[in-house]
């Protein structure tokens, strides 16, 4: 825990408010941090969102169902079109390529983002959000995996740089 702690601090972040920083420079493949937080199932997650005790975007979804409403950590990494980290395994951020001291941990939000089909059967809304990632390939939103472009599913999906569950749905292997 003192370990993973101090590779990481938060601050103020060009994205969106907060974000966590890298005091240290990380390989790549390097674990960064394991996300934290009470497991709750979907039902659980739209009583505590519809009672607002939940922002809808911070409930991180880690198998068909199963939800971890982060700890403040956790939650507080940023979303990039073009992230330097991604969710191995369950939901153990781990480097994508070698990142400096000083440069801010990002991930792909969208690509553990696969429940909208039952969310709205459910007939509750799916969560989006205007992307202000600044990366050159930013799409301009925060949206389901499936809405990704074909090309940026294909990269994450070759990869492998999504969690286990989406790699069993959409790449067909493990
Ligand atoms: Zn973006």
Same mark, same amino acid.
């Given at each position: 825990m003192t370990r993973k702690v101090s590779i990481l601090v938060v601050k103020g972040s060009a994205i969106s408010g907060r974000g966590v920083f890298a005091t240290q420079p990380i390989k790549k493949g390097q674990r960064i941090h394991l996300m934290r937080g009470k497991r709750m199932t979907m039902r659980a997650m739209f009583r505590a969102v519809d009672d607002g005790l939940? +922002?809808?975007?911070?409930p991180l979804l880690i198998a068909d169902g199963q939800y971890l409403d982060l700890n403040e950590l956790s939650r507080t990494f940023n979303h990039s079109c073009n992230p330097n980290a991604f969710l191995r395994r369950q939901c153990t951020l781990t480097a994508i390529r070698n990142i400096l001291r000083g440069e801010e941990i990002t991930y792909d939000y969208?690509?553990?983002?696969?429940d909208g089909e039952k969310i709205r059967s459910l007939g509750h809304p799916v969560w989006t959000c205007r992307c202000k990632?600044?990366?050159? +390939?930013?799409?301009?939103i925060i949206d389901q995996?499936?809405?990704?472009p074909a090309r940026r599913r294909a990269y994450y999906l070759k990869n492998r740089y999504a969690p286990d569950f989406v790699l069993r749905k959409f790449a067909g292997n493990r």
């Open positions: 939940e +922002n809808s975007a911070d969208s690509t553990s983002m696969v990632c600044g990366a050159p +390939n930013c799409v301009g995996f499936q809405r990704l």
